[in-house]
């Protein structure tokens, strides 16, 4: 793992006891030989959930997964083609809940040795983004906006918006380095 991550090494493994999980999605990070890059897709428009939108890798939890990490790492080899095996499990982050507030999401970091051949699952993936971490890192080109009565930050990124619980989530891992 990248030194610039060292502050993650005290992630949690799983997430809170009692947590009534229902997705997980993997946060990928890798080096490119000059920079730390995330790997995020965009939902196709035909997507009945979040079509469009800008997310990480992850789905819902199905019946033969044991882990939430279980779930990201399924989810991630479905839809961009990350091999499990490929990927350092740094920890969990924050809980999160998307807009059905029974929909607990976890969030698994993970730290690839190397950059990934992607193939991506077009029907669940538009397009790859893969911007760098510093692009984030930048508050100055953080939002917020009042979105149903609550503040959600939000960021641009290409010709598309990173918002809503993937944002919340990207915000929960820069914090923490």
Not at 15 to 28: E, M
Not at 38 to 64: C, N, T, W, Y
Not at 85 to 104: C, F, K, P, Y
Not at 138 to 162: N, Q
Request: no cysteine.
């Amino acid at each position: 793992m990248h030194p610039f991550l060292s502050n993650l090494d005290s992630l949690p493994s799983e997430p809170p006891r009692g947590t009534h999980v229902r997705a997980a999605v993997l946060l990928p990070l890798y080096w490119d030989g000059s920079e730390i890059r995330l790997v995020f897709i965009k939902r196709p428009l035909h997507m009945k959930s979040h079509p469009g939108q800008i997310a990480f890798p992850g789905g819902r939890v199905d019946a033969e997964d044991m882990t939430a990490i279980d779930t990201a790492l399924r989810e991630a080899e479905e839809e961009v083609g990350i091999q499990p095996e490929e990927v350092e499990v740094i920890g969990v982050l924050n809980t999160v809940t998307a807009r059905q507030q029974d929909q607990w999401i976890v969030p698994v970091v993970g730290w690839l040795e190397s950059e990934p051949v992607f193939r991506p699952n077009s029907w669940e993936v538009d397009k790859i983004h893969t911007p760098p971490l510093s692009h984030f890192t930048d508050d100055e080109r953080w939002y917020k906006r009042d979105f149903a009565g609550h503040d959600i930050w939000y960021i641009e990124m290409d010709d598309d918006v990173l918002w809503g619980a993937s944002a919340q989530m990207l915000r929960d891992m820069l914090e923490r380095l």
